[in-house]
């Protein structure tokens, strides 16, 4: 919820002279390294003021570790060498009482099992053990995530504060290549080159009064000695990933993107912070939504301060277009909405603003979660015009109960007088961020009548099901099959089920499933269409791919499975050479694609 800056943070490497970044400059921060090292001995560090070497092409340069070392200016200042190391060493005495924190910032919560953070590992080619990679498949699956580089051992800790890590398995003619890369932030890359963490994190790091002051007072000094610049934002990139006017970009709705490239050997660089041609001056949403026929994507922003949300779109060129800021029923009154995803038809856009909410205050004062749920609260939906130039056109419709922080698919019907929309809906919602074993999401399908109002919402399924995709193809327009991971109990995710919309509402609408195994949990799944190409190709002619980690081995494997079939077939198994921890959303990236990025 971070809304900070547009510019980089350093000279840009010459292979993304050709992407806009913001002109300014910044140097390095000026801090000393610090004397303790992580609980990991792999991490990369990255010079912030020179650019990045290329990765090596030979088979023996690939089964090295890259690792490069930068040493501290000769230039720095001794009055800054003296602030930092007073301000490290002040930040290593800051440790908030676990015993006062909630459940949700626990770290042997947050770090158990398939929780915990692993390495980078470069690429290294894969054994596919089951069946084998259908041709169409040419190109790379990439998952991100959250994977702190300095773990806490003993502060609170929430998952939501990870760096982000991109997880890609690359795919050329039946044999697969797997590497794991931090985003190269701004604050993955001054934390790296000091040797500890010294970025408060916002989820986990204010819990309190103490620590709010101590933590904030750090920061501050930090800004005001030039150790850090506010203008290069703090995000972690750590959320999702989109393809948008030849970026590649990794998500976080807390700051603006970050480019990243894909190479020859299957390696991934971190190009940059990316402004989107000096047209995104603050955060967006990590869960854009791109429209394939017309080739627009819709995006919106929310912040801690009114007006709480922004929504905005890009053309097909990703020229953006103005700001639509969206005012909210008694703004002024309330807390801020948590607001993590949207819907778009090809007539209007649609919020849904849930019964979440921020709550800062409570968290410096009562160490409290930051987000957690209001019960008095009504929750609404707003649909606007998806090319509105004003909020005038936003409307609101009351939906009590409803609590979705994702959205499946959504469509018009009765020739744009009623909007169909596709939501995992969160029961319990008061457990969502503090224990989420507890919280059964059951997927609806809401129906909203614009011409009387009239909100009507029926379950498709029992089970507990989200982090649900449909083919890409079929984003805006009325679609008939959804893919849905399988919380038994959440966030671990035992298996997958198919949903088949045309069932009816009121029933049971799943009719394929795959339970991964004993011990063994997946994530959001990925929908590969078979032929993107082939507007006449049933709507499940293709491949889901996921994911799945097996804790009593301790080993995780890549699985592609045939969309069509009955009990979602295994065609093919991949052996990965790490552990893929538990993470978030993902996308799959075509060869043809490659070259323009």
């Known amino acids: ?98 015993q006062a924190q909630p459940l949700s910032l626990d770290p042997s919560r947050a770090f158990s099992n398939n929780l915990a953070p692993v390495d980078e590992l470069h690429p290294t080619q894969c054994q596919v053990t089951q069946g084998s990679l259908p041709s169409c498949l040419e190109g790379a699956y990439i998952r991100n995530g959250p994977n702190p580089q300095y773990p806490p051992r003993s502060e609170p800790y929430s998952p939501f504060d990870g760096d982000g890590m991109l997880h890609c398995i690359k795919i050329s003619q039946g044999q697969a290549t797997f590497c794991s890369r931090y985003v190269k932030t701004y604050k993955y890359t001054i934390e790296n080159t000091v040797g500890s963490p010294i970025v408060p994190r916002p989820f986990s790091s204010f819990s309190g009064p103490l620590a709010f002051l101590t933590r904030a007072g750090v920061l501050a000094a930090r800004v005001l000695t030039g150790q850090l610049s506010i203008n290069s934002g703090f995000g972690l990139a750590n959320t999702s990933l989109a393809f948008l006017g030849n970026r590649l970009l990794a998500l976080y709705e807390g700051d603006l993107p970050y480019a990243v490239r894909l190479t020859s050997n299957g390696d991934i660089e971190t190009l940059g912070r990316c402004d989107l041609d000096g047209k995104l001056v603050m955060n967006m949403t990590a ?39 969206i005012k909210m029923p008694g703004q002024w009154l309330r807390h801020p909405p948590l607001m993590h995803d949207f819907a778009i038809t090809k007539r209007y856009a649609i919020f849904v603003d849930t019964q979440v909410q921020a709550y800062g205050m409570e968290m410096i004062l009562r160490r409290e979660p930051l987000l957690h749920s209001d019960p008095t609260k009504v929750s609404r939906i707003g649909v606007m015009p ?121 029933r049971e609408c799943t009719v394929a499933t795959r339970i991964y195994g004993p011990d063994c949990y997946g994530g959001e799944p990925f929908f590969v269409a078979r032929d993107a190409a082939d507007k006449e190709a049933d709507e499940d002619d293709g491949y889901i791919l996921s994911y799945v980690h097996d804790e009593k081995a301790g080993e995780s494997k890549f699985l592609v499975m045939d969309a069509k079939s009955p009990h979602l077939d295994i065609v093919a198994e991949v052996k990965l050479p790490q552990r893929v921890p538990a993470g978030f959303h993902g996308l799959f990236v075509r060869e043809i694609d490659f070259c323009k990025l």
């Not at 140097?27 to 390294?33: D, G, I, V």
């Open 287 to 325: 869960h854009p939504k791109k429209d394939p026929e017309t080739g627009e994507m819709f995006a919106f922003r929310y912040s801690p301060m009114p007006p709480f949300v922004t929504y905005f779109w890009f053309d097909a060129n990703g020229e953006k277009q103005p700001d639509v800021h």
């Open 1 to 98: 919820m971070d809304a900070l800056s547009s510019s980089f943070m350093s000279t840009l490497p010459p292979q993304i002279q050709r992407l806009h970044y913001s002109p300014t400059k910044t140097k390095a921060p000026l801090l000393l390294p610090s004397s303790s090292s992580s609980s990991r001995t792999n991490n990369v560090i990255v010079s912030t003021t020179s650019p990045p070497k290329k990765p090596e092409t030979t088979a023996e340069n690939n089964k090295q570790q890259t690792k490069t070392t930068q040493k501290p200016s000769s230039s720095v200042s001794t009055t800054t060498n003296v602030s930092a190391v007073i301000l490290n060493t002040l930040n290593k005495l800051i440790k908030p009482k676990l």
């Open 386 to 506: 998806r090319y509105a130039k004003n909020s005038s056109q936003m409307r609101w419709f009351d939906a009590p109960g409803l609590n979705n922080i994702h959205a499946v698919n959504a469509w018009d019907e009765e020739d744009g007088n009623v909007i169909v929309m596709v939501a995992p809906n969160i029961l319990s919602v008061e457990q969502v961020f503090e224990r989420m074993e507890l919280i059964h999401c059951l997927m609806e399908k809401v129906r909203i009548d614009l011409r009387t109002g009239v909100v009507s919402r029926h379950p498709i399924s029992a089970r507990n099901l989200d982090m649900a995709v449909i083919n890409p193809g079929y984003v805006a327009k009325k679609n008939r099959y959804v893919y849905a991971a399988v919380g038994d109990p959440m966030p671990k995710m035992t298996g997958l089920v198919k949903l088949d919309l045309k069932k009816g509402e009121r």
